[in-house]
């Protein structure tokens, strides 16, 4: 198990950075997408391993929230803006390095917490904690309303990879009100993005920012 949950938070991690260099949105979707399938293998892998047939049927519903269900959301949201490109002010090259600083930063908070955890997964902690670091730099980085959800999702993923390593699975309860609290978020913000569209034509954090001043 210990293999498997190093490979696949490795995985999981990469597909993060993958986020922060790519530049369009459908590709930045297409990761999180692969991330989230990547999340859904882990779970199922812990749910056999530690024989917690919850947890597999949780990794299922994670499956269809993250890898279906949000995704054509976050499609419906971008319908109406063409595909955009990040700003040409802003250089992949140094979101990436500051993601891989905070990279480095998870790994030196974890390092106590791996060193005293017994757990099979414990190798995979301080990966799952660089996901949600990197989801809150997208996040905090967005320049529009898509790019910030797009973080808070995937912070969500890396919360969602942190616990189930650092439980070895968590109770199916708790993981289903997870998922719920996520899907509820989405939904509302998507119909709130369909109204600034409506009114502001855009859904640039700058043009609203503008607006207001």
Request: hydrophobic share 60%.
């Amino acid at each position: 198990m210990r293999e498997v949950a190093n490979l696949l938070g490795f995985v999981g991690l990469v597909l993060a950075l993958l986020v922060v260099w790519r530049q369009s949105w459908r590709g930045r979707l297409r990761l999180f997408v692969a991330q989230s399938a990547v999340l859904a293998v882990l779970a199922i892998a812990i749910g056999l391993y530690a024989n917690r047939r919850g947890l597999l049927v949780a990794a299922l519903g994670f499956a269809a929230l993250k890898v279906w269900i949000i995704p054509r959301a976050l499609t419906r949201i971008a319908a109406g803006p063409p595909a955009r490109t990040a700003s040409p002010r802003r250089s992949a090259a140094a979101s990436l390095l500051t993601a891989g600083v905070l990279v480095v930063v998870a790994f030196t908070i974890m390092r106590p917490v791996t060193a005293a955890s017994a757990l099979p997964t414990a190798g995979g902690i301080p990966l799952a904690f660089g996901m949600a670091l990197i989801g809150l730099l997208v996040c905090v980085t967005g320049r529009d309303v898509l790019g910030q959800i797009l973080g808070f999702l995937l912070f969500e993923n890396g919360v969602f990879a942190l616990a189930l390593l650092a439980t070895y699975g968590l109770p199916g309860l708790v993981e289903a009100g997870v998922f719920l609290d996520v899907l509820v978020i989405v939904l509302i913000v998507e119909g709130i993005a369909v109204q600034m569209r409506r009114e502001h034509d855009s859904l640039e954090v700058d043009r609203f920012q503008e607006l207001r001043g």
